[in-house]
């Protein structure tokens, strides 16, 4: 009798193993997909032929991808979503915007949420967008710094990417900008960006198409993105 309720323990036990270790694999997926973080504690993650490394609690992220593969959870498709999409950048706002608003200085209407490119309705309040404002105050909210030897013999290929993927983000997104491009001392370049998700984006797609060592570092409290490809 005792043996058998030792075996029925032990049976319960397993299966409730099972459902943590299940749920843990849930959460983990969930972690690089929704790019969540743990109250506090240190995760490690090696996917495949990526190497990341989460420092978790109020400590900025870095993110380290190398060699040719984007793992799953680290692609263009879902980069919309990667800390919260900001369509709704509160940069400089003083309160809820009226709908619609549009911006004097570059003509995008906040309409149903979000702002867009559109004809500009004729009782629209009027209120400088997010990207106006950062553009006018000079603080991007993404670093991209681009750097190598492969880059400095390919920049001119090179930055036709950076500038159509700019121009296909900023097409659907009018908040995702490119602020400026300067020539950095070590032969390499620095582009600020309106936008985090567009820095993210640009890198991503630099990766995709030439490989090279892909870093991003995110700074949770100032909400700002610095992304470093180097080739």
């Given at each position: 009798?005792?043996?058998?309720?030792?075996?029925?323990?032990?049976?319960?036990?397993?299966?409730?193993?099972?459902?943590?270790?299940?749920?843990?694999?849930?959460?983990?997926?969930?972690?690089?997909?929704?790019?969540?973080?743990?109250?506090?504690?240190?995760?490690?993650?090696?996917?495949?032929?990526?190497?990341?490394?989460?420092?978790?609690?109020?400590?900025?992220?870095?993110?380290?991808?190398?060699?040719?593969?984007?793992?799953?959870?680290?692609?263009?498709?879902?980069?919309?979503?990667?800390?919260?999409?900001?369509?709704?950048?509160?940069?400089?706002?003083?309160?809820?915007?009226?709908?619609?608003?549009?911006?004097?200085?570059?003509?995008?209407?906040?309409?149903?949420?979000?702002?867009?490119?559109?004809?500009?309705?004729?009782?629209?309040?009027?209120?400088?967008?997010?990207?106006c404002h950062r553009i006018h105050d000079h603080?991007?909210?993404?670093?991209l710094a681009l750097q190598g030897k492969f880059?400095?013999?390919?920049?001119?290929?090179?930055?036709?990417?950076?500038?159509?993927?700019?121009?296909?983000?900023?097409?659907?997104?009018?908040?995702?900008?490119?602020?400026?491009?300067?020539?950095?001392?070590?032969?390499?370049?620095?582009?600020?960006?309106?936008?985090?998700?567009?820095?993210?984006?640009?890198?991503?797609?630099?990766?995709?198409?030439?490989?090279?060592?892909?870093?991003?570092?995110?700074?949770?409290?100032?909400?700002?993105?610095?992304?470093?490809?180097?080739?």
């Amino acid at each position: 009798m005792f043996l058998k309720s030792l075996i029925l323990i032990r049976s319960k036990v397993f299966k409730i193993i099972a459902i943590v270790c299940e749920l843990s694999h849930l959460y983990m997926t969930m972690l690089v997909q929704k790019d969540l973080s743990f109250s506090g504690g240190y995760c490690q993650l090696f996917l495949w032929f990526g190497r990341y490394e989460m420092e978790v609690g109020n400590e900025p992220q870095e993110i380290i991808m190398s060699n040719s593969t984007i793992p799953t959870g680290f692609n263009n498709e879902r980069s919309e979503h990667m800390l919260q999409e900001h369509e709704h950048d509160a940069y400089k706002l003083k309160g809820k915007l009226q709908d619609p608003t549009v911006c004097p200085q570059c003509n995008a209407v906040f309409h149903e949420g979000r702002w867009q490119w559109r004809q500009v309705p004729a009782e629209a309040h009027r209120e400088i967008c997010p990207a106006c404002h950062r553009i006018h105050d000079h603080y991007p909210a993404g670093f991209l710094a681009l750097q190598g030897k492969f880059f400095a013999t390919h920049s001119k290929e090179i930055m036709n990417l950076v500038h159509n993927v700019e121009k296909h983000e900023r097409k659907e997104h009018p908040l995702k900008r490119i602020m400026a491009v300067e020539d950095k001392k070590d032969g390499g370049i620095l582009i600020t960006t309106t936008d985090l998700h567009l820095a993210r984006g640009i890198g991503e797609a630099l990766h995709h198409a030439y490989q090279g060592e892909l870093k991003f570092h995110y700074n949770k409290e100032e909400n700002l993105l610095r992304v470093s490809w180097t080739h």
